[in-house]
């Protein structure tokens, strides 16, 4: 059974700190694997890794892919308060009438207190 | 441009109503996708639409929930009639493409069935 699993569930820094967040996951058929970041409802978009671009980063955020080892980690470097959130990971698969669905872990809720 | 829109934002209803979720996906994304989120869990797939196909309803409690998507644009889902078990929130995301592009996500809509 395809599963994605992140750690750890919940995290409590104090601003300015860096944070690493962790996803692994068992995906038959993996086609990308992508980081959102939920606030209130709606998860917003952060990144999407596939085969072909397995570094990505944007301002203070960063992550990595290893395909090989079957995982992902977010960084956060210079936490502020608006970082606060659950962040989920997911993974996409490649096969058959599935192919796009994405699968998600439970999310690292992340605290950062001033 | 507009992302995706969901109505109510909020809906509390007594066991054994019925209940009806919309959506309006972002402009020019074919792929539709009706998530359920229980409380300190990740999104998981209800349905898929390509344009207005239900190309994957694998996951969907058919005895009780169902889905159009009829022009291939908005789309709509019915609880009926609801348990309790279904209070979650329930969100709506779209995509260019189902293998390539990033999915972006409605506010979702709080269900409370008491």
């Known amino acids: 059974e395809d599963k994605v699993v992140q750690s750890p569930l919940s995290l409590v820094v104090h601003e300015g700190d860096t944070v690493t967040l962790n996803c692994s996951y068992e995906?038959?058929?993996?086609?990308?694997l992508l980081w959102y970041k939920q606030e209130k409802k709606a998860p917003t978009f952060l990144f999407m890794l596939t085969s072909s671009g397995i570094e990505k980063k944007s301002g203070r955020l960063s992550s990595i892919l290893d395909k090989k080892e079957l995982f992902s980690i977010l960084n956060i470097t210079a936490t502020q308060t608006g970082d606060s959130a659950v962040y989920l990971c997911?993974?996409?698969?490649?096969?058959?009438?599935?192919?796009?669905?994405?699968?998600f872990g439970k999310g690292t809720k992340l605290s950062v207190k001033p | 441009e507009a992302g995706v829109v969901q109505s109510p934002r909020y809906k509390i209803i007594e066991k054994k109503q019925p209940v009806a979720f919309w959506c309006n996906p972002i402009s020019g994304h074919n792929t539709l996708y009706w998530y359920r989120q229980n409380l300190g869990q990740g999104p998981e797939l209800l349905i898929r639409y390509e344009n207005e196909e239900a190309v994957d309803d694998s996951q969907l409690p058919k005895d009780r929930f169902s889905a159009e998507r009829l022009k291939g644009v908005d789309s709509t889902l019915k609880i009926q009639p609801a348990e309790l078990g279904d209070s979650a929130v329930y969100l709506c995301a779209s995509s260019k493409d189902r293998v390539y592009y990033e999915q972006y996500f409605g506010p979702g809509t709080r269900l409370t069935v008491t």
């Open positions: 997911a993974v996409g698969n490649s096969y058959g009438g599935s192919q796009g669905n994405l699968i």
């Open positions: 995906v038959t058929n993996f086609r990308s």
